[in-house]
């Protein structure tokens, strides 16, 4: 137990009067000197600001195991740094409020402060024992404010942290600005409370300390318990509304749940209403897009979010979910004001790649964030990579409900955005004809794929180096048949061939023509089913005996050990056998040296796992209900009983799975479970098939794996390329 004097945590504040805002006669304040601090004995992670409006805000940090003690809170006039508040009247002290965090030991702390004022820039240092940690934010402006509104967004923070605080750094060392939104999925398991720290909290730390907070909730922050446990947000806390000078800004959750989206909505109607006859301007962030292309091609509340945004004049929406950066023409509904919308995904997790459209004005796969400023009737907005290099820009000017001649010129009508928003992307191909290099072969694309009415033309890419033979077409009629010859060097893959077949598409929609050289043809899933051959299924034995998840494998005596179909021969690691419970795994290996990390597992020693619970044989495992990955590692904490458990995606959770490890003289024991109630679709009971993977790493690098991947990419996310299981009697 630490001593109290190094619990007594202070929280000093004082007003500065911004630059831009100090009168001449106003007298400048210097803060005391507290030496930088890297490593804060006493605070888990923090602190950061949110809820702030002209008068108020909410400053949080996570105390430690034992941490439960007052902490004070003492804000300041400009007259001075003052330790006794009884000096002024006007001063007060405040005590945090300290909440216990669910199932962990270390404590939420939160201070309100109140009677502030009105767009002022507020500085405050906690102090432990013997470290300290500073921040910085400043209160709202007033609706009728002149000074301009400068704000950052970013999103997708999650999974790879040190891409996060490259991104974070960056955005840190922005000139002034006086908020930050976040589009979502800021980790990649929102109920693993390590990840909050480790891929959130500490590498936004540089950015949490220049301004408030603001986030939205993506998919990934799961049922956001701790979410909205360690924001404390207006509202409900899952979608909200603020206001900052003559901006409004709107947070919405496309993941609230059936029950609850009506709510919504009414309450999205009330605010709008209220907000369009005091605002100038309005600004919308939600995690799930309504326009986007590349990644998931999301069209989240189009049918039903749109239309009231439309009505009370939303100026732009800024989303997350695909990890990479779009920005589209201006998009109306007759007689509507355009709405401008991007997506600005690129915070740090993994970049998905851009794909074209017709509506896209820029469309970028790399890290970003964007700088937006309102002056006036004036919105400029900047998108920078972490080396502060421009990718885009763009700006609006709004008067009288209306945007700069030419780029309501630009505006695309929404019902013909619609039809087109895909036009270049989605292209399914149906190869009736296994493609052998350098014969003929028919490619069907289905009539669904164009715009009804559309008239389509496909011939020869200038790049490509398959052979096509012209052909023509309506949407929504007859397929059209294409005459393709595949190169020499064909290789299939995951998800089609190498290289792509494209295409150049003419089309005339809407009496506007397209025309984009190089549209990918992509193989149904029907075809790369039928073109990938259907793995031999691995018999794994029921297992005679109760199996305890404790690594000691003192229950597998009687049970063999796999046969890996990538070297045909059996494991002398890997044992696998069921029970009516589930699937259990047990592995004995031998490493000179354990490596652990609990920030970047995939470099260190562990197994990973992919199921396919219905054997469906999908494309895709993210979007499917039955598929699920987790990773199992030595854990961290050198506790034997305690493997740690990650799940990548899937309806598992750890309560659904089991792990455990032990360390050994040549190595060291892993041992898991994952239960029936995980295992969707699966029937515990013998003939029963199973799409199964795994990976066994050693630092990183692969030491047995079950399927045969050789000359495949992206395995992790396609079951039609794992290997299967069949549960047996013996």
């Not at 240092?125 to 400068?150: N, W």
């Not at 295409?503 to 899933?525: C, F, H, Q, R, W």
């Not at 796999?562 to 044992?575: A, E, H, N």
Request: glycine share 8%; charged share 25%.
């Amino acid at each position: 137990m630490m001593k109290k004097t190094a619990l007594a945590v202070a929280l000093l504040a004082t007003v500065i009067i911004a630059a831009s805002c100090r009168s001449q006669d106003s007298e400048q304040i210097s803060p005391p000197t507290v030496a930088p601090a890297v490593q804060y004995s006493d605070i888990a992670f923090g602190p950061y600001v949110n809820s702030v409006d002209q008068t108020s805000a909410e400053v949080h940090w996570v105390t430690r195991e034992g941490q439960h003690q007052p902490m004070h809170l003492i804000a300041m006039t400009r007259k001075g740094w003052l330790l006794d508040v009884r000096s002024d009247e006007t001063m007060h002290r405040e005590v945090p409020t300290a909440t216990a965090i669910p199932d962990r030991s270390e404590v939420l702390q939160t201070v309100r402060l109140t009677g502030l004022e009105p767009g002022q820039r507020y500085n405050y240092t906690i102090f432990t024992g013997r470290d300290a940690i500073s921040g910085t934010f400043r209160t709202a402006l007033p609706p009728d404010s002149a000074e301009p509104v400068r704000f950052l967004a970013y999103g997708d923070t999650r999974t790879e942290a040190e891409r996060h605080a490259l991104v974070a750094a960056a955005m840190a060392r922005e000139e002034f600005f006086d908020l930050v939104l976040n589009t979502g999925d800021l980790v990649a398991n929102g109920t693993d409370w390590a990840q909050w720290k480790d891929q959130f909290f500490d590498p936004a730390q540089s950015l949490l300390s220049k301004a408030a907070m603001w986030p939205a909730r993506g998919n990934h922050e799961m049922d956001a318990v701790l979410y909205r446990q360690l924001f404390d947000l207006p509202g409900n806390g899952l979608y909200y509304s603020f206001d900052f000078g003559n901006v409004h800004f709107v947070v919405l959750d496309p993941y609230i749940g059936e029950d609850q989206h009506p709510a919504m909505l009414q309450w999205l109607e009330q605010d709008l209403a209220a907000a369009s006859k005091r605002s100038q301007w309005i600004i919308m962030n939600y995690h799930e897009p309504t326009f986007n292309i590349g990644g998931h091609g999301s069209t989240w509340g189009r049918d039903d979010v749109l239309p009231i945004m439309e009505k009370y004049g939303v100026d732009m929406v800024i989303n997350g979910h695909s990890h990479l950066y779009e920005r589209f023409l201006p998009i109306a509904s007759p007689a509507a004001k355009p709405i401008m919308h991007v997506v600005a995904g690129g915070g740090g997790a993994p970049n998905y790649p851009s794909r074209p459209s017709p509506l896209l004005v820029k469309s970028s796969s790399e890290l970003h964030y964007c700088v937006v400023e309102v002056r006036g009737n004036r919105l400029e907005m900047i998108v920078r990579r972490p080396d502060g290099s421009e990718l885009d820009r763009f700006e609006l000017i709004k008067t009288e409900g209306r945007y700069q001649p030419k780029l309501m010129a630009e505006t695309v009508d929404l019902a013909h955005a619609r039809r087109v928003a895909f036009l270049y992307a989605r292209m399914p191909g149906d190869y009736v004809d296994v493609p052998i290099p350098g014969a003929r072969i028919s490619v069907i694309v289905p009539s669904t794929a164009f715009p009804g009415g559309s008239k389509i033309r496909i011939s020869q890419a200038s790049k490509s180096a398959w052979k096509v033979s012209p052909v023509e077409g309506v949407g929504q009629t007859d397929p059209m048949i294409l005459r393709v010859t595949p190169p020499e060097d064909l290789r299939l893959r995951v998800g089609g061939f190498s290289p792509l077949l494209t295409v150049k598409l003419e089309a005339e929609i809407d009496g506007k023509s397209y025309s984009y050289d190089g549209v990918p043809v992509n193989p149904t899933p029907e075809t790369v089913r039928r073109l990938t051959p259907e793995p031999v299924a691995v018999d794994v034995p029921h297992a005679s005996r109760q199996i305890t998840v404790d690594g000691l494998l003192e229950d597998w005596a009687d049970v063999p050990y796999v046969m890996v179909p990538t070297t045909g021969r059996r494991s002398s690691i890997t044992r696998i056998a069921w029970r009516d419970d589930g699937l259990y795994v047990a592995m004995d290996v031998e490493d000179d040296e354990i490596k652990t990390s609990e920030k970047s597992a995939w470099t260190a020693d562990g197994v990973e796992v992919f199921i396919e619970s219905d054997y469906a044989r999908s494309g895709d495992a993210m979007r499917k209900r039955n598929r699920a990955a987790m990773k199992f590692d030595v854990s961290p904490t050198g506790d034997p009983q305690a493997a740690q458990t990650n799940i990548s995606y899937g309806r598992l959770t750890p309560e659904t799975t089991a792990a455990a490890w032990q360390k050994t003289d040549k190595g060291y024991t892993l041992e898991f479970h994952v239960s029936q109630a995980a295992l969707l679709g699966a029937k515990m009971e013998p003939g029963t098939k199973i799409g199964f993977h795994y990976v066994l790493r050693n630092d990183g690098e692969t030491v047995e794996q079950f399927a045969d991947i050789a000359g495949k990419s992206g395995v992790w996310r396609a079951p039609i390329t794992w290997w299967a299981i069949r549960l047996d009697t013996e």
